[in-house]
């Protein structure tokens, strides 16, 4: 195997117009540390590893969805533009993505970065920045606090939305500008119009430092054929994907869903498989009216899943055979994993509260094989068995269930769903926790992980699974309501408390208290609106009489004050253990929803 050599101008000169990326290749991920550390690398002539391309047949290129390299990034952006390929030379990148796209965007493009809390749909929120050089840092020297220390960066290289100012110490120049020296005479003239910036007082050593670091940066971009690759010739799509797999068998791995993606849109007749799956995640996270938090890794592994093919991620279940299967049977899997977000979200249970994306597939697989939809009607059917799926995903998530490694578990739901289903169509919620926890995961509740569920705090993400699972109510998701502290948080202030002369020992015991579950309850916003910072005792006077029982409300009145919150903490978290105690999964009939239920609703505080 040889190697040929090329400078790294020449190459990003063909970026774009002769090199390309192929569907297979996972989204630009880089931080711009990463960018600073790569350019810092080469301006210390330290090797940044081989790139391996492909060239590709103009008789085989209608075979492959072709992609641009990125120039111009929106940080979190996970989508390439499709090229247009029609009488090009085509080489397609298999290792090297990441570096040449930054390589790219530090010579020749914008980094984009969005403020803190800034919204994404936001164009003031978004912040486009160059890299910058100051041609003033000597690299020797440590002087200086640098960007990216942790990776040993020691070049002046930062980036700027707007052009730097220069001073006694900073020299800055955009570092695309040395693209322009392509030819010495050119690139003499920037060094002595760089050196003619410096203010008066500069020193001949700080002189020396600009012309050393401009020579340096024009021989690594434009002069040294510091870029290594070899080009595989070789048009069989076997063999490239395994020379692609063992390429990327280093660093970050490769998904196995990428791979499956590739095939997918090597194989699919007349579909753009990267695009429809992509659109597919979009639409699951952003359209259905409540925010989700997917993946194509996801959607893919579900394929595999509703087609009763093998859930784990390996080469060798992608075959052609199993590809057909997938798209046979897409429109289907389509509507199934709709109809199950369009289910949890219902629930309430969205991005924030949604603690394993694993936890989905079985409810998805049931209401693919029984086409059952979102169950969102009122018949019996559908109200039982919505309930059944909630109190099965809330012990699934709150239990752990499908943590860490959990493809055998997936399998093992999917064998008792199959089986299940053989005899009726209703959810299988007690064959699935009797099932799984004879293999060692738990979806009840028993004393042990009762007390896990009591710990789930205000802010914790399990906090509202935790509180849903005291409620007959299962359309949390569109009922707009928060999450409520039945004593205020502002009368269990410190200095409210000692405006009260209660001694220091119980003032900290009632602030190790006020956000513990047994202090938490869901309201309906308005109603919350209505409590705000109201003493409970007199706010519960304007309840009806059910609403201590619907709330597990302790029934002394003497509890119900601020300074006995320790002791009406531990009275209320008795009675949430009489209740999981009691969980069962053999469901009566549920009650119908009331109206109030059918409204669009989020969590609150």
């Known amino acids: ?17 002769s090199y390309f990326l192929p569907a297979i290749q996972r989204p630009y991920v880089w931080q711009p540390e990463q960018i600073i550390a790569l350019f810092d690398s080469l301006l210390k002539g330290y090797p940044i590893s081989s790139f391996l391309f492909w060239d590709v047949n103009p008789d085989r290129r209608a075979d492959w969805e072709i992609y641009k390299f990125v120039e111009n990034f929106r940080h979190g952006d996970t989508h390439n533009e499709t090229a247009e390929t029609d009488g090009r030379r085509i080489t397609l990148v298999l290792d090297g993505q990441q570096r040449l796209t930054s390589l790219l965007i530090g010579l020749r493009g914008t980094y984009s970065v969005r403020a803190r809390y800034g919204r994404r749909n936001n164009r003031d ?187 784990r991620y390996k080469i060798g279940n992608f075959t052609n055979s199993n590809l057909a299967r997938i798209e046979a049977d897409w429109t289907r899997i389509k509507a199934s994993l709709e109809a199950t977000l369009r289910l949890v979200n219902r629930f309430g249970i969205d991005a924030e509260t949604l603690t394993s994306l694993n936890a989905l597939l079985p409810i998805a697989y049931y209401i693919h094989k029984t086409e059952s939809g979102s169950l969102d009607g009122t018949t019996p059917f559908e109200a039982a068995n919505a309930k059944r799926i909630q109190r099965w995903l809330l012990g699934s998530l709150l239990n752990g269930v499908f943590g860490g490694s959990s493809d055998r578990t997936i399998g093992q739901a999917r064998s008792i769903l199959q089986e299940a289903l053989k005899a009726d169509r209703d959810f299988p919620d007690q064959a699935l926790v009797q099932g799984l926890v004879g293999r ?122 601020v300074a006995a919150l320790p002791e009406f903490v531990t009275a209320r978290e008795e009675l949430i253990r009489k209740r999981l105690r009691q969980f069962d999964f053999d469901l009566a009939e549920p009650q119908q929803e009331p109206q109030a239920l059918l409204v669009r609703g989020a969590v609150g505080k």
């Open 440 to 561: 060692g995961r738990a979806t009840s509740f028993d004393d042990g992980n009762i007390e896990g569920v009591l710990g789930s705090s205000y802010g914790k993400r399990t906090c509202f699974l935790a509180l849903s699972l005291l409620y007959d109510a299962h359309a949390w998701g569109v009922t707009p309501h928060h999450i409520d502290h039945i004593i205020p948080r502002s009368l269990a202030d410190r200095k409210a408390l000692a405006a009260q002369n209660l001694s220091e020992p119980l003032i900290e015991r009632i602030q190790g208290s006020v956000n513990r579950l047994g202090n938490l309850q869901l309201l309906l916003a308005r109603e919350n609106l209505e409590k705000s910072n109201m003493p409970f005792s007199q706010w519960l006077q304007t309840r009806d009489a059910a609403f201590r029982e619907r709330h597990l409300i302790p029934n002394d009145p003497a509890l119900w004050q």
């Open 1 to 17: 195997m040889s190697y040929d050599t090329s400078t790294v101008a020449r190459v990003l000169d063909d970026i774009n117009r």
């Open 125 to 311: 929120a978004w912040s486009r920045q160059r890299l910058y050089i100051n041609l003033l840092k000597d690299p020797t020297s440590d002087n200086e606090e640098l960007d990216g220390e942790d990776l040993g960066v020691t070049y002046g290289l930062r980036f700027f939305e707007q052009e730097p100012q220069n001073d006694a110490n900073h020299l800055w120049m955009k570092l695309g500008r040395i693209l322009d020296c392509t030819g010495d005479d050119i690139f003499e003239d920037l060094k002595d119009r760089m050196v003619d910036a410096l203010p008066e007082t500069s020193t001949k050593a700080q002189r020396r430092i600009v012309e050393k670091t401009l020579d340096r940066l024009f021989r690594v971009i434009l002069k040294d054929e510091i870029v290594a690759y070899y080009t595989e010739k070789d048009q069989s799509y076997d063999r490239v994907l395994d020379i692609f797999i063992r390429a990327n068998d280093g660093g970050t791995k490769l998904s196995k869903s990428d791979l499956l993606l590739s095939m997918i849109t090597a194989q699919w007749a007349g579909v753009s498989a990267r695009q429809e799956i992509y659109s597919f995640v979009d639409h699951l996270n952003d359209g259905l009216g409540t925010r989700n938090r997917l993946d194509k890794d996801f959607v893919l592994k579900s394929c595999l899943v509703l087609c009763d093919l093998d859930q």
